[in-house]
T-cell receptor, first 114, second 109 residues
Framework: EPEVTQTPSHQVTQMGQEVILRCVPI?????FYWYRQILGQKVEFLVS????????KSEIFDDQFSVERPDGSNFTLKIRSTKLEDSAMYFC????????????FGQGTRLTVV | RKEVEQDPGPFNVPEGATVAFNCTYS??????FFWYRQDCRKEPKLLMS???SGNEDGRFTAQLNRASQYISLLIRDSKLSDSATYLC??????????FGKGTRLSVIA
């Protein structure tokens, strides 16, 4: 069964450092997303990406965040200068359509900022 | 008012019990509805989509009431492996999915 894969599974970084989280969406999907989940809280939308550009972003996705699809398979989330409050699980997801279809999630990257 | 609200639980039920979870959503323009399951520190996994006519998948039954903006999930004959957090998820056309905080279920032997 096709799946979304994310690397690394766990990343520890010092405050102020840059991190790049990587995702390989399901191959025939066209829409890609990043969500995050702070421990004990709900899954929150960060950004959606379609046709090589951001289609929507939340208020969480400020100037320190960026996304890129550097080649035909990878989808990355960069956090430029990490803060303690960026510590969370970051989930990549993909879907074959935005119109009323489900999204499939990767196993997540646990980011710990120290 | 939160966009998707769920009773956080926990629901502690014995094996074999029937348990029901409820969810309300605030945006009447919502068009797609799902139940996801999330195990501790794992990714959300789609359990089932929810249709206006209601739908069933084995021991799981989902219902949607658009007039009341209410979604339910019924689990019959609970198994130990059903222990997880159940996320109510709502979508609206081309906008990203909105998640409830989840309802925690513990099935006890």
């Amino acid at each position: 069964e096709p799946e979304v894969t994310q690397t690394p599974s766990h990343q520890v970084t010092q405050m102020g450092q840059e991190v790049i989280l990587r995702c390989v969406p399901i191959s025939n999907h066209l829409y890609f997303y990043w969500y995050r989940q702070i421990l004990g809280q709900k899954v929150e939308f960060l950004v959606s990406f379609y046709n090589n550009e951001i289609s929507e972003k939340s208020e969480i996705f400020d100037d320190q965040f960026s996304v890129e699809r550097p080649d035909g398979s990878n989808f990355t989330l960069k956090i430029r200068s990490t803060k303690l409050e960026d510590s969370a699980m970051y989930f990549c997801a993909s879907s074959d359509s935005t119109a009323n279809t489900e999204a499939f999630f990767g196993q997540g990257t646990r980011l710990t900022v120290v | 008012r939160k966009e998707v609200e769920q009773d956080p639980g926990p629901f502690n039920v014995p094996e074999g019990a029937t348990v029901a979870f409820n969810c309300t959503y605030s945006n009447s323009a919502s068009q797609s509805f799902f139940w996801y399951r999330q195990d501790c520190r794992k990714e959300p996994k789609l359990l089932m989509s929810v249709y206006s006519s209601g739908n069933e998948d084995g021991r799981f039954t989902a219902q949607l009431n658009r007039a009341s903006q209410y979604i339910s999930l019924l689990i019959r004959d609970s198994k130990l492996s059903d222990s997880a957090t159940y996320l109510c998820v709502v979508g609206r056309g081309n906008t990203p999915l909105v998640f409830g905080k989840g309802t925690r279920l513990s099935v006890i032997a």
